[in-house]
């Protein structure tokens, strides 16, 4: 027999949590996840390494522990009958991503990738108004539209398609925002756009997929300036496929470091693995294409930033207090050059991600173009 046990005060534990983080800063994203159950988008998931069903209309504690704890919960693999991979996301990263949406009532909000359903959700619950999201895989689609039924979500609409090419039907929309890391901006979301509407989405950026705000200016340009860290489950489809801006070696690993070679006074120590260290990283993959996150062979003593030269298959992992050369010459000279960018960065003042805007460009294949970033560019160089 399931007890079924009481999910308010998680959800508002949860709540407390990530005010305390700084991921919640206004009272609306803190109602509507206190609000919204997140419990109730789940029918199964792979937190243990295996496929494991849960009941949502009967959730016990060991659902509710899971449901409300600060963590992204894998809900489908390739393996299985969606298709690919989907995620519940964690929820300091889709409270971050609802404060940088900047939502207020009556807003049309069109999402590209639904995932669970519980984000739409939570968008509806702020705006008060019809939300639109589009879900590649149809069994996902199908599990979305029969969560939020279960959560009272009565004015979220769940699309099966390609996100690529949005949802017109419902437009304009005064916000597009995507929920997965995807290699630049479909051209079609702008035409689907309210004249001062935005698209809000994780854009791959030197091996991550932090969250670009991309606008179209009075003159006809369009451009992106990044408003928080994060990363993302990669994009199925056109989103992502025949990408140029991302490196193609994201997660590749590479040979282990030498420790002779250790370069320890390069870097600052006690920089922020969420703060600084990640202000550094995205001012290199400003000035690089060949910043990415990678890891070396056997080990997870060096996953993170990385320039990599993968046609000597040399790598110089960059952390906090030092460089981390693999052996050859090839790196000694990529380190060289980081070092160089590191004493820039430190120089302009240690500009933070938000610093930075770009332009975007055409980019990818010619048949399923994307807006991809360039001519990166700090705000007081504007």
């Known amino acids: 027999m399931t007890v079924t046990v009481d999910w308010v005060p998680m959800a508002r534990a949860l709540t407390t949590d990530l005010r305390a983080k700084g991921a919640i800063r206004s009272d609306a ?25 849960v009941n949502p209309d009967q959730p016990d504690a060991e659902l509710l522990a899971l449901a409300y704890a600060d963590r992204g919960i894998m809900t489908h693999i390739p393996a299985d009958d969606a298709g690919g991979f989907s995620s519940a996301s964690q929820p300091s990263i889709v409270a971050k991503m609802l404060e940088a949406a900047e939502l ?11 995932g669970t359903g519980w984000n739409a959700a939570l968008i509806a619950h702020i705006t008060k108004a019809d939300v639109h999201t589009v879900e590649v895989s149809s069994l996902v689609t199908i599990e979305a539209s029969a969560a939020l039924a279960r959560a009272d979500a009565s004015n979220v609409t769940v699309h099966a398609g390609d996100g690529y090419v949005g949802h017109p039907d419902g437009g304009p929309y005064d916000l597009i925002v995507v929920t997965c890391g995807i290699a630049g901006i479909a051209p079609e979301w702008l035409d689907q756009l309210a004249p001062d509407g935005a698209v809000l989405a994780p854009v791959a950026h030197g091996g991550l997929h932090p969250l670009l705000r991309v606008t179209r200016t009075a003159d006809g340009p369009v451009r992106g300036e990044l408003v928080v860290n994060a990363d993302f489950m990669n994009a199925s489809g056109p989103l992502y496929a025949g990408a140029t801006t991302s490196p193609a070696t994201r997660s590749r690993a590479f040979p282990v470091p030498d420790p002779a070679d250790a370069r320890p006074r390069a870097v600052l120590e006690g920089l922020d693995p969420r703060g600084d260290y990640v202000d550094l990283w995205m001012h290199l ?20 930033c990385a320039l990599v030269d993968a046609d000597a298959d040399a790598a110089v992992f960059v952390q906090p207090g030092g460089l981390h050369l693999t052996p050859g010459r090839a790196s000694q ?21 938000t610093a930075w805007t770009c ?3 055409q980019a990818g294949n010619a048949d399923i173009p994307l807006l991809a970033p360039a001519d990166w560019q700090l705000y007081q160089d504007n």
């Open 333 to 353: 000279a990529l380190a060289d050059q980081v070092e160089r960018y590191v004493t820039e960065w430190i120089r302009t003042g240690r500009p933070e991600l």
């Open 29 to 53: 994203v803190a109602a509507a996840i206190e609000a919204v159950p997140r419990h109730a988008f789940l029918t199964g998931h792979y937190a243990t390494g295996q496929h494991t069903r």
């Open 359 to 361: 332009s975007l460009t």
């Open 104 to 114: 207020r009532p009556g807003m049309r909000v069109l999402e590209i990738g639904a």
């Open 285 to 304: 993959a400003a000035h690089d294409t060949r910043t990415t996150c990678a890891g070396a062979e056997g080990t997870t003593d060096y996953t993170g």
